[in-house]
């Protein structure tokens, strides 16, 4: 694969991975809990304004990686610090350098302890996930895969709820045992193509059952992080113990960890196995967004609700992925950008009642749009743009997902519906039951809106919202010639011209 033009020394990725470590250090050395959020916020801030240089900089209509950046790191090994991205994976940095200063706005007083380990670990997790997306060499990859869990812990087990510690211990062992299947794969393929490089991997001549080996072990690693039904199971009580911030990080950005794994390593390094497995991906798709709709639609804990939403939504995401379509990948990779925008924005919501009421029980909330016209405002917004409302963001991602799995399996397509009519149902309840309540609703006399921090923490995501849904143009363009490669990468190794 083409991967530009090497550029010797650091860059432009570069400093978006060592800037938050940068600010970190300088947090360090703070001792006032007012300057500590202050400068976070601040840091977190102008690396997403820096960040912006991606959109800018970032030829949409060029094969291959860009702002390439190559030096070695273990000469003996062949191990290089190696950077590049396409048009994937800008969208993807430019979503996790958007919500970092909105988790720290979201933590401004929902963290009151220990507030430097919290933005410590705040700003260590946006190194990994940036770096996670532009890693070009695959121990560099894995640093990143791994570092990231250990902050992410952390603010689970620290700063969660009263079962923090059992939610924090769960997503530890689900993650490393996906983590640990994904290290074999990446020896296998060092030991039989040469090199750790990504680029180099793909398109490489790998025999079938090689394929369908390599291709397994990252199919567990990446469907525990998605995570896909049934691996599923970390996911919920992780949200409902994290702290607003991580539940906001988690959902918007570590899922899709997952997904882009399947982008970057599976359809490419392992085209063949790819479309072996493909049917039977689709099929567990259809059942994580049937699955996720009905239990979403179960609950009463409305962070457990946006919770099971998500096991849904991201299985519209790998239904497109392994639909093998460009329909069906760029709307895989548009749910992925908006359902960070949109979960993102409810679990924050829904931590901004909770700092209210001390509960986030439906029932607790029900009409409180009485008093909170602002909330019931960005709560509205976000409940249509969950259900995939025509005009909102996550409209036009759905609808090539299910225009590019038509193509392969009517059937597929028509058995999901209830799971579509499922999200429409639990939003509207949601948003029914808050903003107006039934006929006893508890008082919320003295009940505060929204203050003008708050608003400006939601703000950007319904801008994204609305932008997005009404000219989503800017952003297919970005990834399309990228989505176009890859499936030239998928379909130019059918099974009969592998090597035995």
Known sequence: MPTGHPAEGFGLLSVLIAAPLAAAVVAAFLRSDTALRGWTLFATT??????????????????????????????????????????????????????????????????????KEFMLCLLVMETAMVGVFCALDFVLFF???????????????????????????????????????????????????????????????????????????????????????????????????????????????????GTYGFLRFSLPITPYASQVFAPWLMGLSVAAILYGGMAALAQTDMKKLVAYSSVGHMGFATLGIFSLTKEGIEGATLVMINH????????????????????????????????????????????????????????????????????????????????????????LRMLQRVAYGGVSNPTHQGVPDLSAREILTLLPLLVLVIWIGLQPGPVVNLMQTSVEHLLGQVRSVPAMTLAP
């Open 340 to 427: 960070g925008v949109t979960t993102g924005g409810l679990f924050l919501v829904v931590g901004m009642l909770y700092e209210r009421l001390h509960s986030r029980e439906l029932d607790r909330a029900a009409g409180l749009g009485r008093v909170m016209p602002w909330m019931a405002t960005f709560l509205g917004v976000f409940c249509l743009s969950s259900m995939a409302f025509p005009g909102t963001n996550s409209f036009i991602g759905e609808f090539l997902v299910m225009a590019g799995g038509f193509k392969i399996s009517p059937l597929l397509m028509v058995v999901a519906v209830p799971g579509v009519v499922a999200a429409a149902a639990y939003n």
């Open 143 to 257: 640093v990143f895969w791994e570092a990231m869990l250990i902050p992410m812990s952390l603010m689970i087990g620290v700063w969660g709820g009263p079962r923090r510690v059992y939610a924090a211990l769960k997503f530890f062992v689900y993650t490393m045992a996906g983590s640990a299947l994904m290290l074999a794969a990446i020896v296998a393929l060092r030991l039989k193509v040469g090199t750790f490089g990504i680029p180099e991997m793909m398109g490489h001549n790998l025999s079938n059952e090689f394929q369908c080996w390599v291709f397994a072990a990252f199919l567990l690693s990446f469907a525990i992080k998605v995570p896909m039904v049934p691996f599923h199971t970390w996911l919920p009580a992780a949200h409902v113990e994290a702290p607003t911030a991580g539940s906001v990080l988690l959902a918007g950005v570590l899922l899709k960890m």
């Open 46 to 115: 102008l690396i997403g304004v820096v960040s912006l240089g991606l959109w800018t900089g970032y030829e949409p209509g060029r094969v291959g990686f860009q702002l390439v950046e190559r030096m070695p790191w273990v000469r003996s090994l062949g191990i290089e610090y190696r950077l590049g991205v396409d048009g994937i994976s800008v969208l993807l940095i430019l979503l996790t350098t958007g919500l970092a200063p909105l988790c720290v706005l979201a933590s401004w007083k929902y963290i009151g302890v220990r507030v």
